[in-house]
């Protein structure tokens, strides 16, 4: 079975600019989570969403936002980019809405110029 | 609130044991372990939820102690690939599929 796939893996932009980030679920998950990992804070919870809706967030300013589609794929995106966006953006899926294992997929990573 | 871990690094020889261990100050409904190697993703090793019911790898064993919302990570007779950051997440009831992360564990493991 394949595993999460995201795209890109990496990525440069330009302070305000806008980016997008793709998560491709293992097959049957329909849970995706997304996290942010940096040196400094770590790895922190941005949301999560199941069957098209967003169920949880974190504690992050109103330029991230993110949306899943019909087929369980997830998208994030973030606009007018800060230096401190630089990151490793991780996405996470789980089969189901409840407490179960997530997997990792391998991550993008974001470097704001 | 986020979960402290202890110790914060931990070296090791090859056949030594090691216990990490993830405390929270919050009600927990499951506990997630996860170890990073540098430039790689997070991989899972175990959960343990509330209740008893726990999942994970054979060589990796767990524990969860509800009333004190701490779990501990048995590593025994250790090898190099052990190398790596551990981490713990913590999930509450009432927002599952968020996971709220330790600092992480640094582990090195010697020939």
């Known amino acids: 079975k394949a595993g999460v796939t995201q795209t890109p893996r990496y990525l440069i932009k330009t302070r305000g600019q806008q980016v997008t980030l793709s998560c491709s679920p293992i097959s049957g998950h329909r849970s995706v989570s997304w996290y942010q990992q940096t040196p400094g804070q770590g790895l922190q919870f941005l949301f999560e969403?199941?069957?098209?809706?967003?169920?949880n967030k974190g504690n992050f300013p109103g330029r991230f936002s993110g949306r899943q589609f019909s087929n369980s794929r997830s998208e994030m995106n973030v606009s007018t980019l800060e230096l401190g966006d630089s990151a490793l953006y991780l996405c996470?899926?789980?089969?189901?809405?409840?407490?179960?294992?997530?997997?990792f997929g391998p991550g993008t990573r974001l470097t704001v110029t | 609130q986020q979960p402290v871990q202890s110790p914060q690094a931990v070296i090791l020889r090859e056949g030594e044991d090691a216990v990490i261990n993830c405390s929270s100050s919050?009600?927990?409904?499951?506990v997630h372990w996860y170890r990073q190697k540098h430039g790689e993703a997070p991989v899972f090793l175990m959960i343990l939820l509330k209740g008893g019911e726990q999942k994970g790898h054979e060589k990796i064993s767990a524990s969860f102690n509800e009333k004190k919302q701490q779990s501990s990570l048995y590593l025994t007779a250790s090898q190099l690939s052990y190398s790596g950051t551990y981490f713990c997440g913590t999930e509450g009831a009432s927002n599952t599929g968020k996971l709220i992360f330790g600092q992480g564990t640094t582990l090195q493991v010697k020939p």
């Open positions: 919050k009600a927990l409904y499951s």
């Open positions: 996470a899926t789980r089969i189901g809405s409840g407490a179960g294992e997530q997997y």
């Open positions: 969403y199941f069957s098209e809706t967003q169920r």
